[in-house]
C-alpha cells in the first residue's frame, strides 16, 4: 500500500530511530500542530469562502480549538513527556545533541509565556477577535470609526491585560511586541525608526511620481488570468498551493504541502492584485521552504521571526517584482492577458509607474519608499495606545495630524484614515514595526545574493527563471528555520549584523534607476 | 455589545434557566459537536477546494479530530456528567421530563456502539477512506477496478471487523445499516425492495423515453448562473449558504447558519447540474430547519435517518424539481441564463425529457423510476460482499450481470460501471438502500402536504414562492428533529405508517402526465 506507507514516511518513519522518550514527546508536538492547522484551514475558510451569519459559529469553534491546543501546549502530559525526552539527550550523539537543546530551550520559553494566560482569557481573546473582525468591517465599509471604536477599546483593554499577564520591565508594548519579534524593545526600535525617518526625507524628495500607464479600467478576470500565472513562476507548486481573494490580502500555510494565498482586485489599479500575489507568495515560498525541513513539523521546522518572514515576501515584491529584470519577462505576458499592446502600455511608462513614488493615504497601496512612514506612524500610535498614552476616541485627529506631517496628505474620512488596516481588530499589536524591519532585511539578503549571482539578471528576463534566487533563499534562510534566531540568520547570510544601508542604497539607486530609463 | 450577547444568546442564554448538571452536559455535548463541524470544514474543504498534494496532511488532521472526539464520546468524563445530569431530571415538570428522557436514551445507545469501536481502529478506519478516496478517484479516471481492489478489499476487512465490534443477531451487514438507517434489518429491506422491483417492472415498460431538447452545449458559466439562484429561490438563504463544485455532488452542514452544497457540471448534459442543485439543496434545507430548532444544538436537534434525509433531497428534486409548476416558473429564467428561446428549446419537450426513463448505466444520472433498481443492485451486492458472499474480484463481472438483468444495458468500463460511486471508498456499507427508502418516504409525504394545500400550484408556477412547501416540511418534519424515530415521523406528518404505494402512484400519474402534456 503505497499510500499508507506514504503517511508512516511523514507522521511516523521519522520518529523510529529515536529513543522511544523523544519518540512520544515530538508525536505529542504534531498533534498540537495538526490541531493548530486545523484553527488555520477554519480562519482561511472564514474569509476566502464562508457565508456571512456563518461568523458566530464559527467564531465558536475557532476559540474550542485555540483553548484546547493552549491547554495541551501547557499542559502537565506535555511537560513530562518533554522532561522525559530531555533525560535521555545524553545517549545521542554531540552534534546531534545541541539541536534537541535548542529545540526544548524554544518550547520551554513559549510554554512559560503562555502558560501565564489563563485559557479562559485565551478564549476570550480570541473570540473576540473573530468577532471584531466583522464589526471592523462594516464601520470601514460605513467609514465610521465610532461604529468600531467599543470594539476596539475592548481589545486594548485585552492586550494590556496580555502584556500584564506575560509581565515587562520597561513598558506595556514590550511585552506585546516580543510575541511576533523575539527579544526586540520598542526603545531600540524607536531609534532605528527615527534613523530611517531622517534618510528617508532626501529620498523621498527627489523620488518621480508616475501617471498610470493604464488608460482604463482592467477587466477582473484577465487580472486573474495573470495573478494564477504568477506563484508557479516564482517557484511555488500548483499542486501545493491555491489562490483566491479576500477583503485583505492574506497568506496562510494549512498542512505540509497546502499553502494559500489571496489577493484582491480592483479593476482601475490593475498592479495591485499582482503586487498582492508577488508579496504573499513571498511568505508562501518561506513556509514551503520550511516544510521541506527533513524533519518537518518541529519547533525547529517554524519561521525565524516575523521580520525575517516579511523579509521574505518583501524581497519577492521589491527587490524582484519591482526589477527591470522581471518586467521584461512579465511584460509580454501581460499585455496578452490583459489584451493590450505595446502602444496602449510602453514598457518604459509600466516600469517607471511601478517604481514611482505616489505619498498614498492607504499603507497596501504605499510605494517601498514611503511605506515605510506608514509604518514608523502606526508604531508610535499603536505603542502610546497599549502605553496608556492616549485615547481611542481621539485616535482619527492623531491618525490624522501624523498622515498630514510625514506624508503631507489630508485623510478625508475613517475608510481611508485608522480604519484601514485589519490588524487592531486583530489584537495584532506590536506586528507592525515587523514590517520595516522585514524591508531592512529584505534588502540586505538580496544584496548578498547579487554578490553571489552576479549574472542572475538574465535568467529572471530571458527564462522567467528565478530558481537561481529560490535555492539560495532556501539555503541560507528556509532550510534553517528557527535554528538561529533573527540576528544571527541575517549574519550567518549576509556575513554582516542587520542593518538599514542595503535598504537606504537599494531605495538610492531604485530612484536613479527609474530617472535614468 | 450586540454580537457578545449574540453568541450568549446561542451556547449560554439557552442553557442558564436549566440546573446546572444539565448545563454541564450540555456545554460539554456542544463542544463535541463544534469538533465534529470542525472535521466537516475540513471535509468539505478537501473535495472543493485543497490543492492535490495536500491530501495526506489532511488525512492526519481528520483523523486526529475523529479520534479526539471518539474519545471525548465515549470517556468517564461524559459519562459521569450524564450520570449527574440525569440525576436532576425529577426536579423538572413532567412535560419537560420526557424530553430530556428520550435524548439520554439516544446518546446512551448511540454511546454503547461507540465505546465498542476502539479509538485506534476509529482512527485506522478514518484515514484508509481518506486515502482511499484518491485510489479511487485516480482508478475510476482510468477506468481500472483492479487498481482499487486491494484498497477496498482492506475497507471490507475494515468493516467487517466493525460490524463484529459492533454486534448483531443475523448477518453483519445488519450491524453496518443500523449505523444510517437505525432499527433496520436487511431482511425487511429486502422483503420490501422485492414488492417494489414487481411493481417497477410494468411502470419501465409504460414510461416513455425523450432526447435531450438542447441542440449543443450549455457553458459551464451559463449553467452555474441558473445552479446559483435556485438556492434561494427554493428557501435556502444566501447569507448562510453557498454553492460550489466538486466531483461528487454533496452538502454538508458546517455551523448552525453554515450550510454547503456542491454540484457538478457537465456542458452536454445541462439539467444534471441543476437537478444537483435540487437535490442537495433539500438536504440543505432540511439540515437549515434543524439548525432552526430552539435548543439547537443537542441530540434531539440532529437528522431523524438517513431515510428522512434523503426523503428531503429527493422531495425537491423530484416531487417539486420535475413538476410542471417548478418548471412553468424557471423556463423563462433558464431560456434567459443559457441564451436561448423557446423555439430552441421548447417547453414540451423540456418537460418530457425531464421526465423521461432513459436507462443509464450511472446511478447518480438514473432518472426517478429506474433509480430505484440502480439501489437494489447495489444493496444486493453490498449485502453480499460483507457477508462474505462474494469476493472482492469477482465484482465488476456481478455487478455487469446485475446490470444486464435490471435494466438491461452492457457496461463497458469500469468507470460506468462498478467504480462509478464514491460510497465504498468511504467505507458507507448499508448507505445506498437509503436511497430508496429515501424516494418511498417523499411521495408519502409530498401527497400528506397536496391534500393540506390543495391550490400550491399557482404559488409555484407564478410566484416562484415555495414558501408554503417549506413551511409545511419545517412544521411536520425539520421542526421533530429527532424527537420520533422515522416511522413514527412519518406516520405523524401523514398519518399512515411508511408505505411505498404513494411513490408507485406518484410515478404512475408522471407516466400519464409526461404522455399527455
Redesign the interface.
Same mark, same amino acid.
Given at each position: 500500500?503505497i499510500?499508507?506507507s506514504?503517511?508512516d514516511s511523514?507522521?511516523r518513519m521519522a520518529l523510529m530511530a529515536l529513543p522511544e522518550p523523544l519518540q512520544a514527546y515530538r508525536q505529542f508536538f504534531q @498533534?498540537i500542530k495538526?490541531?493548530q492547522?486545523?484553527a488555520s484551514?477554519?480562519h482561511w475558510?472564514s474569509e476566502v469562502?464562508?457565508?456571512?451569519?456563518?461568523r458566530?459559529?464559527?467564531?465558536?469553534?475557532i476559540a474550542?480549538?485555540s483553548q484546547l491546543t493552549h491547554e495541551w501546549s501547557v499542559g502537565s502530559e506535555y511537560r513530562d513527556l518533554i522532561k522525559n525526552a530531555k533525560k535521555v539527550l545524553n545517549e545521542l550523539p554531540a552534534h546531534e545533541r545541541s539541536s534537541w537543546e535548542r529545540e526544548f530551550s524554544i518550547l520551554e520559553e513559549e510554554q512559560k509565556k503562555l502558560e501565564k494566560l489563563p485559557s479562559e482569557f485565551v478564549a476570550e481573546l480570541s473570540?473576540?477577535t473573530n468577532?471584531a473582525h466583522?464589526?471592523w468591517a462594516d464601520a470601514k465599509q460605513k467609514s465610521n470609526f465610532s461604529d468600531f471604536a467599543?470594539?476596539l477599546e @475592548?481589545i486594548i483593554n485585552l492586550s494590556r491585560k496580555q502584556a500584564n499577564y506575560i509581565g515587562y520591565t520597561t513598558e506595556p508594548y514590550d511585552a506585546l511586541l516580543d510575541s511576533y519579534e523575539k527579544g526586540a524593545k520598542a526603545s531600540d526600535i524607536e531609534s532605528l525608526f527615527q534613523d530611517l525617518k531622517l534618510e528617508l526625507i532626501p529620498i523621498v524628495e527627489s523620488a518621480p511620481s508616475f501617471e498610470s500607464p493604464f488608460n482604463g479600467p482592467i477587466a477582473r478576470e484577465k487580472q486573474e488570468k495573470l495573478c494564477k500565472r504568477i506563484p508557479s513562476i516564482l517557484g511555488l507548486?500548483?499542486?501545493?498551493?491555491?489562490l483566491d481573494s479576500s477583503h485583505h490580502p492574506f497568506s496562510t500555510s494549512?498542512?505540509?504541502?497546502?499553502k494559500r494565498i489571496t489577493t484582491r482586485y480592483s479593476e482601475i489599479d490593475p498592479l495591485s492584485s499582482i503586487f498582492g500575489v508577488l508579496h504573499e507568495t513571498g511568505h508562501s515560498l518561506y513556509e514551503a521552504g520550511l516544510s521541506m525541513m527533513e524533519e518537518w513539523p518541529t519547533p525547529l521546522t517554524e519561521f525565524c521571526s516575523l521580520g525575517v518572514h516579511e523579509s521574505q515576501s518583501r524581497l519577492w515584491e521589491n527587490q524582484v517584482g519591482r526589477s527591470k529584470a522581471f518586467w521584461e519577462f512579465i511584460y509580454p505576458i501581460l499585455l496578452s492577458d490583459f489584451q493590450l499592446t505595446e502602444n496602449d502600455v510602453p514598457f518604459k511608462n509600466l516600469f517607471r509607474y511601478i517604481n514611482s513614488t505616489q505619498k498614498s493615504k492607504i499603507r497596501v497601496e504605499a510605494d517601498q519608499i514611503t511605506y515605510n512612514l506608514h509604518i514608523i506612524l502606526r508604531f508610535e500610535i499603536e505603542r502610546d495606545l497599549i502605553n496608556e498614552k492616549i485615547k481611542v476616541k481621539d485616535l482619527p485627529e492623531i491618525w490624522n495630524a501624523k498622515v498630514k506631517e510625514y506624508l503631507g496628505l489630508e485623510v478625508e474620512n475613517d475608510a481611508e484614515g485608522v480604519l484601514q488596516d485589519i490588524h487592531w481588530s486583530m489584537a495584532a499589536f506590536g506586528y507592525f514595526p515587523t514590517y520595516t524591519l522585514g524591508n531592512i532585511f529584505s534588502a540586505q539578503l538580496f544584496s548578498s545574493f547579487e554578490k553571489a549571482h552576479s549574472n542572475y539578471k538574465s535568467n529572471f528576463r530571458i527564462n522567467g527563471d528565478f530558481s537561481v534566487l529560490l535555492n539560495w533563499l532556501r539555503n541560507e534562510i528556509h532550510s534553517k528555520g528557527k535554528i538561529l534566531d533573527a540576528k544571527e540568520l541575517i549574519q550567518s547570510a549576509t556575513l554582516e549584523y542587520p542593518n538599514s544601508k542595503y535598504l537606504i542604497s537599494y531605495l538610492k539607486n531604485k530612484v536613479q534607476e527609474v530617472l535614468s530609463i
Open positions: 500500500m499510500f499508507d506514504r503517511i511523514i507522521f @498533534k495538526s490541531f492547522d486545523t484551514v477554519l475558510d469562502m464562508m457565508p456571512k451569519n456563518g458566530e459559529y464559527r467564531a465558536k469553534q474550542d480549538l473570540q473576540t468577532l466583522a464589526v467599543p470594539m @475592548k507548486m500548483e499542486s501545493e498551493s491555491r494549512l498542512g505540509k504541502m497546502d
